[in-house]
């Protein structure tokens, strides 16, 4: 594992998240961190954040990557492959939704220093082949004199090509931070991301949202339709109900009724922002 002060020039981090960037960006942008966001590959976005970032007492490299990964994926369907490099050693770390984060690390030399378990998370959380890339994750938690750290890195993103991750030029392990920050800055597609505000985060937050699998039913003439309906639909279950002396139905009309109103409530609203 780094250690809690580690200034060596060779370290860097790369944020691997498996969404376009649009989707990470709103995400990215509540870490309120100096990173750069680039496309990485057929449903790929990298994250890059600065040295900055991790340089401060107490943190290792490990725990910085970690906790970026875990609160970027923690609210989102898509998972994040934080990989993370320095002086003594380099390693990786595997965070979806509200599952554990776990992480995996080799020494400078290469050696295996860590749990298997997160072998088996990364392949099943991002739906890796169980023959092809669980062999080819196997051989990475092996010993091999002839690969050191950087190399076992290498490994694992060869891997994750298989499911389209395709980094751009500069971004490879053993970079440091400002060497990684140059290469993708250079990217025509690069962007800065900044913290907007509450106000900005919020919209983007909701823009990504809609534009999901789901959108349509939350804002737009399907979602005005669906709240007109769940409001008929709810007001007739609820009288119906009430007539009956059936207060548990007359309480499931309500709500249903309010669900309504309030996707209604939420079109009208979002127009008007």
């Not at 994926?73 to 492959?81: I, K, L, Q, T």
Request: charged share 20%; proline share 5%; hydrophobic share 50%.
């Amino acid at each position: 594992m780094s250690s809690a002060n580690d200034h060596s020039r060779a370290a860097g981090v790369l944020l691997l998240c498996r969404a376009e960037p649009d989707r990470v960006r709103p995400s990215a942008q509540l870490l309120n961190e100096p990173l750069l966001l680039v496309p990485a590959g057929e449903g790929w976005s990298a994250l890059i954040p600065g040295e900055d970032s991790w340089r401060s007492e107490g943190t290792s490299l490990a725990e910085a990557t970690a906790g970026w990964a875990h609160a970027l994926a923690v609210a989102e369907s898509w998972p994040v492959v934080g990989l993370w490099w320095d002086a003594n050693g380099a390693g990786f770390v595997v965070a979806a939704g509200f599952r554990r984060t776990v992480g995996y690390h080799w020494l400078a030399d290469g050696t295996p220093a860590g749990e298997e378990a997160a072998m088996g998370a990364l392949r099943s959380r991002l739906g890796l082949d169980p023959v092809l890339d669980g062999a080819a994750l196997d051989g990475l938690a092996r010993p091999d004199s002839d690969a050191g750290a950087a190399a076992r890195v290498l490994g694992l993103i060869a891997v994750l090509s298989r499911t389209g991750l395709t980094l751009p030029p500069g971004l490879a392990p053993g970079a440091s931070a400002a060497r990684l920050r140059a290469a993708a800055g250079v990217l025509p597609e690069a962007e800065a991301v900044d913290w907007p505000g509450w106000r900005q985060a919020v919209r983007a937050g909701l823009d990504a949202a809609e534009r999901g699998t789901l959108g349509a039913w939350t804002r737009g003439p399907r979602a005005r339709a669906l709240g007109a309906a769940e409001i008929a639909a709810g007001l007739a279950l609820a009288l119906g109900a009430r007539r009956a002396g059936r207060r548990g139905w007359t309480a499931v009309g309500a709500v249903l009724a309010a669900d309504g109103a309030l996707t209604l409530a939420y079109d009208w609203w979002r127009e008007r922002t």
